[in-house]
């Protein structure tokens, strides 16, 4: 495919403060072996030394668009008005956060998939994320569909992940969205969390399919400033795993698989809730999952989470050993608390079948008569956990 038959992408970063990591995300953009691309960064409102990186790089390629908020947005927000800004001649569109990077054939590889799919209006790939010289800090993420499996139908491979299957959704930085589903939408991500770019795919992939390119295309840096980081920090995830239940679920699930699907999160929930309040967490965490609790139509019982913080001690008390470690491993919880959580009373292991793919059936959303948890490989604990290097 030559620069005069590729179709259009629009690249977009919106950045607040990234004078740190800036250069190397713009570098990545530049030197993609892609060519016909535009490259939209929206400065949302920096102090540091962000708008006079971003101008230098401007001036030096005219296929850089600036933009600056005249007040500060916050980063959902931010992202939408990216968005918003797309060419109206773009076919795909990629995000590349301020943190992160491309590698250089990311973007040719994924346009290809989608060119010879175009049933798919989200693509996947592979993602290295970590941070140092320590090779335990280094994670190969999104793994669980096996080789091959460029095509998915959207209405599967969402039901999958409300039923509890590995998160394949990946970060902005790591997946392709196809621009005719952006521009259907005032705010392309539907909700003002953390976790908008998850429900953003649990609401476009109802009519559309999912592709994965089985290379590692994007690398996700993890320092404590990043979103993600914090959402760890919270265990943002089990809020955002209900609200999208109860949003998405309906159009994926029946009504017994949602009401399986709710107990099993709440129940988790609260098991989380319990071994925090052990942990003694500040105050700052207790009123955030308050609110959300409230926002997403459960408030937080008082009763049902002291029974819980007496369950988890009689465990302790009956399981010294792990006792001991939980209170070790206490010390790290601030970025870790999310990986005791999802999966660990599950009793299904569910491994992807995709031979059962081709015959799915898209009206439906699930073969007729379906009702049990799909086969799969067993999710990670932290659904944006990935495989250790």
């Not at 993609?32 to 490259?39: C, D, F, G, H, L």
């Not at 939209?40 to 401007?58: F, H, K, L, M, Q």
């Not at 009689?314 to 939980?326: Q, S």
């Amino acid at each position: 495919m030559s620069s005069d038959t590729e179709p259009l992408v629009s690249v977009l970063t919106p950045v607040y403060n990234g004078e740190k990591f800036l250069r190397e995300c713009i570098e990545s953009v530049l030197t993609q072996t892609y060519q016909n691309y535009e490259y939209i960064i929206v400065d949302n409102c920096s102090t540091d030394g962000t708008p006079e990186i971003i101008e230098r790089y401007a001036q030096a390629d005219k296929r850089i668009r600036v933009y600056r908020n005249e007040k500060l947005l916050d980063i959902i927000a931010n992202h939408n008005k990216a968005f918003r800004l797309i060419s109206p001649t773009a076919k795909y569109c990629k995000v590349v956060s301020a943190d992160d990077w491309l590698f250089p054939e990311c973007v040719a590889k994924m346009v290809s998939l989608a060119e010879a799919n175009p049933s798919l209006g989200i693509v996947g790939s592979y993602q290295l994320s970590g941070i140092g010289t320590e090779w335990r800090n280094w994670r190969i993420k999104w793994v669980g569909l096996p080789y091959p499996s460029p095509a998915i139908p959207g209405r599967q491979i969402c039901r999958y992940w409300l039923l509890n299957g590995p998160y394949l959704f990946g970060t902005p930085t790591s997946i392709l969205y196809r621009a005719d589903l952006i521009r259907k939408e005032d705010s392309f991500y539907p909700n003002s969390t953390a976790e908008a770019d998850t429900s953003a795919c649990l609401k476009h992939l109802r009519n559309s399919d999912f592709g994965f390119v089985h290379q590692i295309l994007s690398y996700e840096r993890v320092h404590e400033a990043q979103i993600t980081a914090t959402s760890k920090n919270l265990n943002a995830y089990l809020s955002s795993q209900v609200r999208d239940l109860r949003e998405f679920g309906p159009w994926y699930l029946t009504a017994d698989e949602i009401e399986w699907r709710l107990k099993r999160v709440m129940r988790n929930y609260y098991k989380f809730l319990a071994i925090s309040a052990i942990h003694l967490r500040e105050k700052k965490f207790w009123d955030y999952h308050k609110e959300r609790l409230k926002e997403i139509g459960y408030p937080l019982q008082p009763v049902r989470l002291a029974l819980a913080i007496m369950a988890r001690l009689l465990d302790f008390l009956l399981n010294p050993k792990r006792t001991a470690e939980d209170w070790v491993r206490g010390h790290a919880w601030a970025l870790k608390a999310a990986r005791t959580i999802e999966g660990v009373s599950q009793t299904a292991e569910p491994q992807l079948d995709l031979g059962n793919a081709a015959n799915e059936d898209q009206k439906d959303g699930h073969r007729a008569g379906t009702t049990a948890v799909p086969s799969m490989v067993r999710a990670s604990e932290d659904p944006r956990d990935g495989v250790k290097i």
